[in-house]
C-alpha cells in the first residue's frame, strides 16, 4: 500500500515553456503533498506544502508565481514549472501524506527530472 | 529554526565493513525522526524513531534515537555494494507538516 505516482518520469523542455508535473496518491487519500526539489548530490529542499482545497504554502526564497501548486482532489496535486529556464532543470520529488487517524506519514513519489534546454 | 546535521557527509568502505552514520538535530517540540535512502531516484523509507534508546532494526541495518543528546545512529553491518546510496535523516516536530532533511551521507561500498 501507500504508492505514490509522479508523471512524467523525465521531462526536456525548451526555455521559455511551462510544464506541469503530477503526482497521484493511488491507494489512499492525502489531504497535504510536498513538493522538493533536489539538486545533484545536494538533500532535498522543500518547496512548498500543498492542502487539498486551498492555497499552496510556498518556502522563503520560493516564486509562487513561477511554481505554480494546484491540489484539486485528496488524490492528486500538480506542479506546473512556468516559463522554465536552464537553472530550473533538477529532480522534482513530491511525497503525500495520508489523512489523519491513518499511518500519518508520508509517502514520496519516484521523482521527476526536468531538463531544460 | 529546525536543523538537521549528519557526518559524515562522504564515506567510502570495503564490502564486509560495518560503518555508523550520525544525525543530529535540532527542533522545537520533537515528534519523531526519520531514516532514508536514496539510490537514484525518490528516497526509500528505513526507520522511525520517536523514543529514546530503542533500537529498530531491519537485517543488517539498526538505528536508534537519543532524545537526551538530540541525535541518532544508523548501523549497517557487513556492507554490500548494494548498499551504496545517500542516507537521509529527517526530523519532524509536532506542529510542522513536513520534514525537515538533513544534506545526507553518501556512502560507497567498494567491492
Known amino acids: 500500500g501507500a504508492v505514490v505516482s509522479q508523471h512524467p518520469s523525465w521531462v526536456i523542455c525548451k526555455s521559455g515553456t511551462s510544464v506541469k508535473i503530477e503526482c497521484r496518491s493511488l491507494d489512499f487519500q492525502a489531504t497535504t503533498m510536498f513538493w522538493y526539489r533536489q539538486f545533484p548530490k545536494q538533500s532535498l529542499m522543500l518547496m512548498a506544502t500543498?492542502?487539498?482545497?486551498?492555497?499552496?504554502?510556498?518556502e522563503q526564497g520560493v516564486e509562487k508565481d513561477k511554481f505554480l501548486i494546484n491540489h484539486a482532489s485528496l488524490t492528486l496535486s500538480t506542479l506546473t514549472v512556468t516559463s522554465a529556464h536552464p537553472e530550473d532543470s533538477s529532480f522534482y520529488i513530491c511525497?503525500?501524506?495520508?489523512?489523519?487517524?491513518?499511518?500519518?506519514?508520508?509517502?514520496f513519489g519516484p521523482g521527476t527530472r526536468l531538463t531544460v534546454t | 529554526e529546525d536543523k538537521v546535521v549528519q557526518s559524515p557527509l562522504s564515506l567510502v568502505v570495503h564490502e564486509g565493513d560495518t560503518v555508523t552514520l550520525n544525525c543530529s538535530y535540532e527542533?522545537?517540540?520533537?515528534?519523531?525522526l526519520l531514516w532514508y535512502k536514496q539510490e537514484k531516484k525518490a528516497p526509500t523509507f528505513l526507520f522511525m524513531l520517536?523514543?529514546?534508546?530503542i533500537e529498530k532494526k531491519s537485517g543488517r541495518l539498526s538505528s536508534i534515537l537519543d532524545k537526551k543528546e538530540l541525535s541518532s545512529i544508523l548501523n549497517i553491518t557487513a556492507t554490500q555494494t548494494g548498499d551504496s546510496a545517500i542516507y537521509l535523516c529527517?526530523?519532524?516536530?509536532?506542529?510542522?507538516?513536513?520534514?525537515?532533511f538533513g544534506p545526507g551521507t553518501r556512502l560507497s561500498v567498494l567491492p
Open positions: 527542533v522545537t517540540n520533537f515528534r519523531s
Open positions: 500543498s492542502n487539498e482545497g486551498s492555497k499552496a504554502t510556498y
Open positions: 511525497s503525500a501524506r495520508d489523512l489523519p487517524g491513518a499511518t500519518y506519514e508520508q509517502y
Open positions: 529527517a526530523v519532524k516536530d509536532n506542529y510542522g507538516q513536513n520534514f525537515v
Open positions: 520517536t523514543s529514546s534508546g
